[in-house]
């Protein structure tokens, strides 16, 4: 028996013909011969929510969320299709989410494996309740420590202050985002500007890669080890910063350098 959230969601995903599990920007995904009926996220870009978007029916989207707006609401990006936010943390009964689910794989099963379903999974509600960690994975001590040296280091910059942007921290120089730190695909990453041109050479040292949404603007993406290099944290940090800081911010910075 399923004894907390991520475990009930699988057993109930993976209860129906052909279904399988992939990730999908680090979250649990599940789909059947290739297409999508159901995701799991836990603080998607700091919402605070555990939650299943569901591929829902025609009509239910707009049932629900109008009916019972504790426990439903519309998603980001798949909501204008449909979709349905389903909360999994507010006494929902887990029958209905089986049954919610259900609806969500046969809309886009075929038939003839909509007549292989069987009885529905008996879900046990889940006894333990999501950590903090699990609520926000970037506030794990061990992560926190990791974090610690470059947000020391940019808050020591002319003009600098952290502001949570999608859950995560970032850091601004002004009101110009230089540098962020979030979780990809269970990583720890850190964020850069480097430029266009110069992002094929950083790519070929495989902690590197080129990142969705804020790629082709220059960006850069430096997957973070459990030793991450100091010296060359704080030099692409360095370098972000300088691209976007204001003249004043650079004369302060020039006049006293960091240590």
């Given at each position: 028996m399923a004894n907390d959230i991520p475990s009930a969601v699988r057993e109930i995903c993976l209860s129906f013909p052909e279904a399988e599990e992939y990730l999908s920007h680090g979250a649990p995904n599940f789909r059947v011969r290739g297409r999508p009926f159901a995701s799991y996220l836990v603080n998607h870009h700091g919402d605070g929510r555990i939650a299943l978007w569901l591929g829902?029916?025609?009509?239910?989207?707009?049932?629900?969320v109008g009916h019972e707006p504790a426990y439903f609401f519309i998603p980001p990006y798949v909501g204008k299709s449909g979709w349905l936010g389903v909360h999994l943390d507010?006494?929902?009964?887990?029958?209905?989410i089986v049954g919610l689910v259900r609806e969500a794989y046969e809309r886009v099963a075929p038939p003839p494996l909509i007549k292989q379903i069987g009885k529905p999974p008996v879900i046990v509600p889940p006894e333990r309740a999501p950590s903090a960690e699990e609520?926000?994975?970037l506030s794990a001590p061990a992560l926190q420590k990791l974090i610690r040296p470059l947000r020391e280091f940019c808050l020591s910059l002319p003009e600098v202050t952290e502001d949570p942007r999608f859950g995560a921290p970032?850091?601004?120089a002004g009101k110009r985002t230089f540098a962020n730190a979030y979780r990809y695909d269970e990583n720890l990453t850190f964020g850069f500007w480097v430029g266009v041109e110069q992002q094929g050479l950083y790519?070929?040292?495989q902690r590197y890669s080129i990142p969705p949404y804020m790629g082709h603007n220059g960006w850069i993406a430096l997957k973070v080890g459990a030793k991450?290099?100091?010296k060359e944290i704080r030099s692409l940090a360095l370098h972000s910063y300088r691209h976007f800081a204001l003249k004043r911010m650079l004369a302060k910075l020039d006049a006293t350098p960091p240590a």
């Amino acid at each position: 028996m399923a004894n907390d959230i991520p475990s009930a969601v699988r057993e109930i995903c993976l209860s129906f013909p052909e279904a399988e599990e992939y990730l999908s920007h680090g979250a649990p995904n599940f789909r059947v011969r290739g297409r999508p009926f159901a995701s799991y996220l836990v603080n998607h870009h700091g919402d605070g929510r555990i939650a299943l978007w569901l591929g829902s029916p025609a009509g239910a989207q707009e049932h629900h969320v109008g009916h019972e707006p504790a426990y439903f609401f519309i998603p980001p990006y798949v909501g204008k299709s449909g979709w349905l936010g389903v909360h999994l943390d507010k006494g929902l009964d887990w029958k209905r989410i089986v049954g919610l689910v259900r609806e969500a794989y046969e809309r886009v099963a075929p038939p003839p494996l909509i007549k292989q379903i069987g009885k529905p999974p008996v879900i046990v509600p889940p006894e333990r309740a999501p950590s903090a960690e699990e609520r926000d994975p970037l506030s794990a001590p061990a992560l926190q420590k990791l974090i610690r040296p470059l947000r020391e280091f940019c808050l020591s910059l002319p003009e600098v202050t952290e502001d949570p942007r999608f859950g995560a921290p970032s850091w601004q120089a002004g009101k110009r985002t230089f540098a962020n730190a979030y979780r990809y695909d269970e990583n720890l990453t850190f964020g850069f500007w480097v430029g266009v041109e110069q992002q094929g050479l950083y790519t070929v040292d495989q902690r590197y890669s080129i990142p969705p949404y804020m790629g082709h603007n220059g960006w850069i993406a430096l997957k973070v080890g459990a030793k991450p290099n100091a010296k060359e944290i704080r030099s692409l940090a360095l370098h972000s910063y300088r691209h976007f800081a204001l003249k004043r911010m650079l004369a302060k910075l020039d006049a006293t350098p960091p240590a």
